[in-house]
């Protein structure tokens, strides 16, 4: 095995902000399918594992401590918190995703780790953190591989029993799963602008 360089750590970080950036913005052109490719890059920049680390680690071993922007979390007798938005109206046929710009009103700053273990999406008694609904899609849905059996938390996040909608010839089964993973990867976006911009110039 051989050591990569700074250099090459360096243009492995352009690449993965990149292909996270160009991600963002595709889901929230109404691409939801790309949600899957935005799970590899965040769980390649910040998950580890006993064989493996976060590439975020290779660059600053106290990445977790550094602050990120989340969605004020529901309250903790909430039933039901998908902490993104969407909106709805008699015209379109599906939701229509909002990209957050984090107004002071509905964000606080928080530890990465703070970020990826606290409990997020709410349904029912269904709690699940980011780091729960992100390994799931990209562990599960195609990233890495596709499983037969996955956890009832991520059957629950991705079908929903429930349709939302505002007349009945709109109504849909929103897949919270991937709007999940979506919010965690614009949020990490962010994240990686503020305090990894020196690997970006």
Do not use: C
Not at 80 to 98: D, H, M, Q, R, Y
Not at 123 to 147: E, F, M, P, Y
């Amino acid at each position: 095995m051989v050591h990569r360089s700074d250099a090459g750590k360096t243009q492995l970080f352009k690449d993965q902000y990149s292909l996270l950036k160009s991600g963002i913005e595709r889901f929230y052109q109404g691409d939801e399918v790309i949600a899957v490719d935005i799970a590899v890059r965040i769980r390649a920049l910040v998950h580890d594992t006993s064989a493996s680390r976060a590439f975020l680690g290779t660059l600053n071993l106290n990445y977790r401590d550094l602050n990120i922007y989340r969605r004020i979390p529901p309250r903790p007798d909430a039933v039901f918190a998908a902490p993104s938005a969407f909106k709805l109206t008699g015209g379109e046929p599906a939701p229509v995703n909002i990209r957050d710009t984090f107004s002071l009103e509905q964000h606080e700053l928080v530890t990465l780790e703070q970020w990826w273990a606290d409990e997020y999406l709410l349904i029912g008694t269904i709690r699940s953190s980011k780091r729960q609904v992100v390994l799931d899609v990209a562990n599960k849905d195609g990233g890495a591989h596709v499983d037969p059996d996955v956890p009832r938390r991520h059957v629950i996040a991705s079908e929903p029993p429930f349709l939302i909608g505002v007349t009945k010839d709109n109504l849909v089964r929103p897949n919270f799963a991937r709007l999940t993973v979506a919010q965690a990867g614009n949020e990490l976006l962010d994240y990686l602008y503020r305090h990894f911009a020196k690997y970006l110039a």
